[in-house]
């Protein structure tokens, strides 16, 4: 009997951790995700409750010619080698926003050196920068060359 109970609960772990993965790839935190740099700019989207480990609240603001989203990690995301793919996947159900290539470099270089900060914001003016590990991310702290208004970590 006890055998049994334990296969259960690891058939049901591995579905459950089969149905995350497959979520988050279908969000686009796989790495075939492309994404339009000429998307729609989307509504805003005030503080809302994300309802994940990961990713405590998330809000996106429309500026005009970009957006900015915004978020608060939870703890589970601010420690050493966390599911960030799962994360953005969790991010990107929370809050609608275009799936641009600049937005998950913002998102992965705030995971890899900014984890610590208490808010995290990606704004949609910037470049792609898919160079971002090798590009002095200590300097630059996830904010690379914007153009209009960009600025905050």
Do not use: Y
């Amino acid at each position: 009997m006890l055998g049994s109970t334990r296969t259960a609960r690891a058939t049901k772990r591995f579905a459950l951790l089969a149905a995350t993965t497959l979520a988050a790839t279908l969000l686009g935190a796989g790495p075939a995700a492309g994404q339009a740099q000429a998307a729609p700019l989307p509504p805003d989207q005030g503080w809302r409750s994300c309802g994940s480990l990961l990713i405590k609240k998330a809000s996106v603001n429309n500026k005009g010619n970009m957006f900015e989203v915004n978020m608060v990690p939870g703890h589970a995301l601010r420690v050493p080698h966390p599911s960030v793919g799962v994360a953005w996947g969790d991010l990107r159900n929370c809050v609608t926003f275009p799936n641009l290539d600049t937005l998950r470099q913002q998102f992965d270089c705030h995971a890899a050196f900014a984890r610590k900060e208490q808010e995290w914001n990606m704004e949609s003016d910037r470049q792609s920068n898919p160079d971002w590990k090798t590009d002095n991310p200590l300097k630059h702290r996830c904010n690379w060359d914007s153009s209009d208004g960009g600025g905050s970590s």
